[in-house]
Structures are given as structure tokens and as C-alpha cells.
């Protein structure tokens, strides 16, 4: 379905992204995350058309979407990070005016306006004006509107971001639906549940490439036998405890490697963990700080993240 290949992509003297290169089956879900600044959103551009790489082909189903821009545009949808509707017109009217830019017309775009809202369940909502609905029903019309022309290739960029749990669930399980119907997706998101939940493989970028990239099992076995020390702390003196927790921790003998700090959870990648959490509380309340929390986690996806690119998703 989708070739991408060793994708580099210059702005003056700034290499943005090293050489990207990935594949994806027909039908495929695939996840792709990074921290902020990593080159997700360059990388989308570059998928969708809108951004030319400065070397490297991308194909869609053997369709080179360089040499065949408009035609290879045609078997994408994209739902963008932000809202890109017309908040003056209503659901059903914003839906026919993205048909009839994807080039469906008459009995084939009512059919297909009406279908769509079914799927994203603003039926009974059709006629109302966007600028009157919640944050989650925008986002809902802003899948529609990618899905109408039934693409072969979804695009999805942080589509659930700042909106109701309710209206979460149903966008997350839009997306199962139409990839259970065969769509191939890529899917960009903060929240690693949910790349858990939807996506077969996915890709871990920073720094302009690649770093990790297979299925979850394959993403844990990156982990090796470290697991990841949880300690959430009360800072009841503010900064001058952070730092004499921090001094500690960084005195650590022998030095510790991974540490990540989050407000007030210190998380440790270490091979004995068990050995090393003992130390640590003993260590923490010598300093007459108390700690609320300490867990040692098993890998998951969110531990093998911050073990690669030792950074918070959410930074």
C-alpha cells in the first residue's frame, strides 16, 4: 500500500528528517509517535503532498506521489491536528462541500454524506451549525470529512486532543471499524493507549528519524531486562527538596543512566530494579521527604518511549 523511502527533507542548512523509511500493508494500522520536534508533522506534510521532500520517493500503490501528485492525493484522507471546517456552515453542509472537492456529486455524494454521519454518529446533528458543537463533535465532522471519498489511505494527526471521554471512545472506535473494513491508517497521537489499542506496528521517531520500529512485543524486547522505577513524591518545600532528591539520585553509586523526571514522578530504568527501589526509598526518606508512591512497571509502550528517547511524549 505504502512505500516510504529514505525520505530527507532540508529547510537552508537544517536537516529535519535523516533518511526515512518505513512500509505498510494494505489494511495496515500503524502508529507513529515522537517527541514534539522529532518530525512527525514534516513527515505528514511530506505523506499528504503538501510538503516536498528534498530527496526519497514516496509511492501508494505503486502510484509515485511526486511525479503523480493530484492522482496519489486522491487515495489519501487526512485529519488534521487542528480543525479545518467552515464553523458557519452545518455538519451536513461542511461534509458536502469536502465531497464535492474529493469530486463526488449528486446521488453518489448524498449517499455518502449520509453514511458518514451514521458512522460518526452526528445524524440527528446534521443540520446544525458547527460553530454550536462541543469540541469532540467538531473533531468527529473533521473525520467525516476525510472519510468521505473513501480513501485506501487514512492520516490521522492527534485526533483526539482536548476532547470528552465520550466522544474519545467513539473516534477510537470509528478508526477500529474503518480499519476493520480494510483502510490502512497511520496515526499520530500523545496518548499511548491508544496506538496500543488501534495500531499493529508502529514507528518511534526523534531527532529527524527512526529510532525503533516494529509491533509492541518486538518495541518491549528494546527494553532488554530493564524495568522502570516509578517514585511519586511530595515536595511539601518546593524546589529545595526537588533538588536535594535530585543531588541524591544523581549520587547514586553506581551512577544511574536513565532518569526522567516529571513533576513530581521520578522514573529509573535499571536491571535490578527490585535492589535498587529498596536503596532508594531508604535514600529519599533519609531526607525526610515523603514519598506517596514507589512501583516498579513491567515494559509497555510508554516505558519503552521514554527508555528511547529518555523524554516525556507529553513535553
Known sequence: MLNVHNIKKYYKDKQVLKGITFHLKKGESF?????????????IG????????????????????KKETKKAQQMIGIVPQEIALYLHLTAKENLMFWGRMYGLKGKELKSRVQETLELIGLKDRANDQVKVFSGGMKRRVN??????????????????VGIDPQSRNHILETVKTLNGEGMTIIYTSHYMEEVEFLCERMAIMDHGSIIALGDQHELSELVGNQREIVLTIKYEHGQNDIDRVRQFIHEVDPPLKEIVVQGNQI?????????????????VTALNIQIISA??????LENVFLYLTSKNLRD
Open 267 to 283: 522514573k529509573i530504568f535499571d536491571q535490578h530494579p527490585q535492589q535498587l527501589l529498596s536503596h532508594l526509598i531508604q535514600g
Open 31 to 43: 502508529g507513529l509517535l515522537g517527541p514534539n520536534g522529532a518530525g512527525k508533522s514534516t513527515l
Open 295 to 300: 512501583e516498579i512497571v513491567e515494559p509497555n
Open 143 to 160: 473525520i467525516g470529512c476525510a472519510i468521505l471519498h473513501q480513501p485506501k489511505l487514512l492520516i490521522m494527526d492527534e485526533p483526539t
Open 46 to 65: 511530506i505523506l499528504t503532498g503538501l510538503i516536498h521532500a528534498t530527496s526519497g520517493t514516496i509511492t501508494i500503490e505503486g502510484i509515485d506521489l
